[in-house]
């Protein structure tokens, strides 16, 4: 059964940075795509942004150009560098991963909140 576990999320200030990290464990096989997701109140989960094992990389708009996502070479660990934080970068953010096409496996998530 494979498992993630998220940390790195917290109270921020406008304008400021955060680096969230996702560990997967208990894979008997290399995962091939890895994925952040977000999910504010009362809004729908939304991709924030997916990383291939290829290194393809791929973005929510709203976070274009300040957001950056990377993974270890074993695929078993993923980050995202997030800056210039805004208020409605605000939510919960999960981690996501996938195999062959499938993408079934997500983490308990961990509270970004960005205010002054």
């Known amino acids: 059964q494979v498992q993630l576990v998220e940390s790195g999320g917290g109270l921020v200030q406008p304008g400021g940075s955060l680096r969230l990290s996702c560990a997967a464990s208990?894979?008997?096989?290399?995962?091939?795509?890895m994925a952040w997701y977000r999910q504010a109140p009362g809004q729908e989960r939304e991709l924030v942004a997916r990383i291939h094992v290829s290194g393809y990389t791929q973005y929510g708009d709203s976070v274009k150009g300040r957001f950056s996502i990377s993974r270890d070479p074993a695929m078993k660990r993923v980050y995202l560098q997030m800056n210039d934080l805004k208020s409605e970068d605000t939510g919960v953010y999960y981690c996501?991963?996938?195999?062959?096409?499938?993408?079934?496996?997500w983490g308990q998530g961990t509270q970004v909140s960005v205010s002054s």
């Open positions: 996501n991963a996938g195999f062959r096409g499938t993408t079934p496996w």
């Open positions: 208990g894979m008997r096989f290399s995962l091939d795509q």
